[in-house]
T-cell receptor, first 115, second 115 residues
């Protein structure tokens, strides 16, 4: 069975600090995909990134970066120089190949960035 | 125009009412999903449609009845709900259900309160 754990339920930082959101997953499949979504107070889940299990290269997009490590089954997300607009709930999700596009979500991490 | 829209954004209903939630996607996708997001619980997949055919019913009570008349529209008909059904109901779409998971794009959700 697949499972996603986001151990940090809530994180509070001051603007301009760097912050890392942890995501640990469990799966028996060798082919799977990992996702991060952002949910601002408006409610909509905003897609941030999708990675497959064969691509362990870290990715950087502006202030966002992702560290995928199969050895520890982790897909962590770092925001550099955080801003107030980054305040949201962030979800990590897993989908196994052949699972009909079923997403298993973690419990989410609420990030609060204070000015 | 935003990719996935949902109406209404907020809904308050009594336990004997009948109401419907509407979702429309403008992305040319063929798969659509209903999710339930309750306080303090992970996002739960409810239903999946692919090319208007239901492919997944995640043990959802019959008081929730989905309808997918075409690939662009998805409805969730509600009747005789319980207070514990109060939640944010999110709709999502993706290109189609294939072996390798596609990214799902979410709407803003309908905040439902059952009195």
């Amino acid at each position: 069975a697949q499972k996603v754990t986001q151990a940090q339920t809530e994180i509070s930082v001051v603007e301009k600090e760097d912050v890392t959101l942890d995501c640990v997953y469990e799966t028996r499949d060798t082919t799977y995909y990992l996702f991060w979504y952002k949910q601002p107070p408006s409610g909509e889940l905003v897609f941030l990134i999708r990675r497959n299990s064969f691509d362990e290269q870290n990715e950087i997009s502006g202030r966002y970066s992702w560290n995928f490590q199969k050895s520890t089954s982790s897909f962590n997300f770092t925001i550099t120089a955080s801003q107030v607009v980054d305040s949201a709930v962030y979800f990590c999700a897993l989908s196994e190949a052949g699972a009909g596009n079923m997403l298993t979500f973690g419990g989410g991490t609420r990030l609060m960035v204070k000015p | 125009e935003t990719g996935v829209t949902q109406t209404p954004r907020h809904l308050v209903m009594g336990m004997t009412n009948k109401k419907s939630l509407k979702c429309e996607q403008h992305l040319g996708h063929n798969a659509m999903y209903w999710y339930k997001q309750s306080a303090k619980k992970p996002l739960e997949l409810m239903f999946v449609y692919n090319f208007k055919e239901q492919t997944e019913n995640n043990s959802v009570p019959s008081r929730f009845s989905p309808e997918c008349p075409n690939s662009s529209h998805l409805f969730l008909h509600l009747h005789t709900l319980q207070p514990e059904d109060s939640a944010l109901y999110l709709c999502a779409s993706s290109p189609e259900l294939v072996v390798f998971p596609d990214t799902q794009y979410f709407g803003p959700g309908t905040r439902l309160t059952v009195l």
